[in-house]
């Protein structure tokens, strides 16, 4: 007896099919990988504004725990704290801080905008105002980055600001 032997048809892909998948394939992968330094950019962005609410948080509660006090006395927080006036009328200046990437105070307070120590990411400008009544201490606060950029004269790369109002 004879066997009748069957001849399947192999089902394959042929060159060009297999060439235009790779060209979609590689076409994709282009513009995937052309979004990845704006995503960079974003995220970081997203950290600094992040870094920058934390530090402004700090600032904001340190000022409602300060205590009043009366002209000429000098305040007794010692080490806590960032050394910020306790008599908010008699301040002239707007106390500038500076802080780094992991909202840690770097250098010193000063009156004006200094220029930022190497190590600063963040500059913090507090601004007090009159206060509208006895009663009442207001506070502009104001976070921007890089340190190294003076809001007044260059533009910086992030900011943040509020006003705090505090009733004594």
């Given at each position: ?93 707007p106390d500038t ?72």
């Amino acid at each position: 007896m004879k066997t009748k032997h069957s001849f399947h048809k192999i089902a394959a892909f042929s060159l060009v099919e297999i060439t235009l998948a790779m060209g979609v394939a590689g076409f994709c992968l282009i513009a995937v990988l052309g979004l990845l330094p704006v995503a960079l950019q974003t995220q970081q962005a997203s950290v600094q504004q992040t870094t920058a609410n934390a530090i402004m948080a700090e600032i904001l509660g340190d000022l409602r725990a300060d205590v009043r006090l009366p002209p000429g006395q000098a305040s007794k927080e010692g080490d806590s704290g960032f050394g910020l006036h306790g008599h908010w009328l008699l301040v002239a200046q707007p106390d500038t801080l500076f802080f780094t990437n992991t909202a840690t105070m770097t250098g010193t307070v000063a009156q004006g905008d200094p220029a930022a120590p190497p190590e600063a990411t963040f500059r913090a400008k507090i601004t007090y105002l009159f206060p509208p009544s006895a009663s009442t201490t207001v506070a502009k606060v104001f976070v921007s980055w890089p340190a190294q950029v003076v809001p007044t004269t260059g533009t910086p790369a992030g900011k943040v600001e509020t006003f705090i109002a505090v009733n004594r």
